[in-house]
């Protein structure tokens, strides 16, 4: 199980994301039209452990099959810290579902600012190994692009860049996206990180220094939503650029954009997450 005490409940109703029994491959494609993540079933981990022996399961690969789907069913119905813990115990095979349902939590539902750090930490070591041992699984490079940006946006972004860790965070996305191309999430992070870098050192010093730029940004933000548009935080990181790239004179796209959002019918925990966070930007 994850090192902090356990965590805070999610705090909506779950019943419409149980996804239980064949169910989940049902809806798998949809589910993970993000962050690309392939069906845990004994193929995928078969396929996994061939190319990378450190991933094969201490258990059986049946066992260790039925685990990780019941980690994404406790991830993708909000319970963050069990999906954890079950992915924990399965090791490195286990660590993609542990450090999503890490970062999903402590972005969304950890109050304590000291704890989403260390949680975001952890991930961050987590994914460190998982490259190490794994090098080819995009999500070992995402995960720790998500996590490593979280943190970074919790010591300040100024702090963060002048501590280097932009510079990883943009390394780790065009990794990413150079071993799954249709890795929507990190088009996402990506549009963030150059609208980010822009909005705090300008566009001359973001472009220099940091290979940042506006356009990069909107590009990178579209791409994300011609691949997912049902992505409610894929229209909010677009809003919230345009807010920090162009001003007032965006605000009319930006505040379309937050309504778009809202309007989704979210398809786990994560995304109603999600459309909650852009009802509330309406509504502030």
């Known amino acids: 199980m994850p090192k902090q005490q356990k965590w805070k409940s999610f705090p909506y109703p779950s019943s419409a994301f149980g996804y239980e029994g064949t169910i989940l491959k049902k809806h798998w494609t949809r589910l993970h039209q993000g962050d690309c993540e392939p069906f845990p079933d004994q193929a995928s981990l078969k396929r996994l452990a061939n190319l990378h022996p450190d991933l094969k399961p201490s ?3 049946a066992d260790a099959a039925a685990k990780l789907q019941e980690a994404w069913r406790a991830y993708h119905r909000g319970d963050f810290w069990e999906a954890a813990g079950i992915g924990l115990g399965l090791g490195l095979a286990g660590y993609n579902v542990a450090n999503k349902a890490a970062n999903i939590y402590a972005t ?3 109050t304590d600012k000291g704890r989403s ?4 930490q952890e991930a ?3 994914t460190e190994e998982l490259q190490a041992a794994a090098p080819t699984v995009p999500n070992a490079w ?3 692009s998500q996590a490593l940006g979280r943190y970074a ?3 300040s972004i100024a702090k963060a860049l002048a501590e280097g860790l932009a510079g990883k965070i943009k390394r780790a996305l065009e990794q990413t996206l150079k071993l799954e191309p249709k890795h929507a999430d990190a088009h996402i992070a990506l549009g963030a990180y150059h609208a980010n870098v822009v909005n705090k050192v300008g566009a001359i010093a973001g472009w220099i220094t940091f290979g940042a730029s506006k356009d990069e940004a909107i590009r990178h933000f579209m791409q994300a939503i011609e691949l997912n548009p049902n992505a409610a935080i894929a229209k909010i990181e677009f809003a919230n650029g345009l807010a920090m790239l162009f001003g007032k004179s965006k605000l009319a796209e930006a505040t379309k954009l937050y309504e778009e959002a809202a309007a989704i019918e979210p398809g786990d925990a994560m995304e109603k997450l999600d459309v909650e966070l852009a009802k509330s930007e309406i509504e502030s």
């Not at 750090?117 to 975001?120: A, D, H, K, S, T």
């Open 153 to 155: 946006q919790g010591i």
């Open 108 to 110: 969304y539902l950890e």
């Open 142 to 144: 995402y995960y720790y």
């Open 124 to 126: 961050i070591g987590r």
């Open 59 to 61: 258990i059986s690969v």
């Open 117 to 120: 750090l260390e949680i975001f």
